[in-house]
């Protein structure tokens, strides 16, 4: 079930009365689920369920299903599986024959995304990015081209780094919004250009403090003055003109008469 991102207010009833009659919570980290229970006056018994030993707990929670136990699965914040541990045990039970009942709720990536402003439309949550720099480069060249509006969660120690990165590999001129320390007393969303965005965090160390969730608007879309000349030529090498024609506008959007006109250029010159 999804806990709250940050803000403890930020669960609903459904999932309170959820963790009041499970017979025992997994949990990514024992002492932040106490401390949410303290909060809402609920007491449960806790199984640590992190990135380490998630495999080996699983067997445990399957055993404890097998015996009729009703177990809650939860993360630090947000919902499990998506970012943080629990897949694994989701996909053990539902191998195992048990049933298993989502606790809609907080979700960091959403959240950033309904206090962007960016147009609404499809979207690519990535997660975390590599932790190192080549690799980190490599994933991201691979996205320069992904016209969907992107989504990232980032590390403090690790977010200006990032955002340079960004700049560099997406390019300097793409929108960035910056969402930090979301629903807690902290908040910030800050958009601008990628390129602007290191020296915005450099400003105030502060800014650097706390979870990160980074949307970067998608790749712009190509114009077809951009191409159609360089697929015309190729065209022209392998077929009659009509053809080359016709299937350089379908292939790249570009208006017949210009194409056709400098159709008539190329092979005007081929034949001199």
């Known amino acids: 079930m999804a ?23 997994a949990a990514e980290d024992t002492r932040v689920t106490a401390r949410l229970l303290e909060h809402h006056r609920l007491r449960g018994r806790l199984i640590a369920v992190h990135e380490h030993n998630e495999r080996q707990v699983a067997d445990r929670i399957i055993r404890e299903l097998a015996l009729g136990k009703n177990i809650a699965l939860v993360t630090d914040a947000g ?10 045990v989701v996909a053990r039970a539902r191998a195992a024959g048990f049933k298993v009942v989502p606790i809609p709720g907080p979700n960091a990536a959403v959240t950033a995304l309904s206090a962007a402003g960016l147009p609404d439309g499809p979207f690519l949550f990535f997660g975390f990015l590599p932790a190192r720099p080549a690799a980190r480069r490599k994933a991201l060249a691979q996205l320069r081209e992904t016209p969907y509006t992107l989504v990232f969660y980032e590390a403090p120690h690790r977010i200006v780094e990032c955002v340079e990165d960004i700049s560099a590999v997406l390019g300097a001129d793409r929108t960035l919004v910056l969402a930090r320390e979301l629903t807690k007393m902290f908040e910030e969303i800050h958009r601008c250009r990628s390129s602007d965005a290191a020296g915005w965090l450099s400003e105030n160390p502060d800014r650097q403090r706390g979870e990160f969730v980074l949307i970067v608007e998608g790749a712009p879309a190509r114009k077809a003055s951009d191409d159609w000349e360089a697929v015309l030529s190729g065209l022209l090498a392998e077929m009659p003109l009509a053809r080359a024609v016709k299937l350089a506008c379908k292939l790249t959007g570009a208006k017949k008469n210009t194409v056709y006109a400098r159709a008539l250029s190329l092979a005007g010159k081929a034949r001199n």
């Open 3 to 25: 806990t709250p991102i940050g803000n403890l207010g930020d669960i609903s009833s459904r999932a309170l009365d959820s963790l009041a009659r499970a017979d025992a919570i």
């Open 79 to 88: 919902t499990p599986g998506i970012s943080d541990p629990g897949a694994l």
